[in-house]
């Protein structure tokens, strides 16, 4: 499992989003996300593929994520 990360753009304000991307490679889910991007395009909000990464326990911040950023 992967985490994308985008950035939105509308107008000067910029933010960033996250989405869980089911993939079995790294090459295959940044391929997905920028798919994702392109599609999500079609508004006035500008999607832009900040990074990918993977993800063991996405989205959840637990014991064990705080010991890795102590």
Do not use: H, Q
């Amino acid at each position: 499992m992967y985490m994308a990360e985008f950035k939105l753009r509308f107008g000067s304000r910029k933010w960033y989003v996250r989405r869980i991307v089911e993939a079995d490679s790294y090459e295959k889910a940044v391929e997905i996300a920028r798919k994702y991007a392109e599609a999500m395009n079609r508004g006035e909000v500008v999607w832009e593929l900040a990074d990918v990464y993977e993800a063991n326990r996405p989205l959840i911040i637990g014991e064990e994520e705080l010991k890795k950023l102590r």
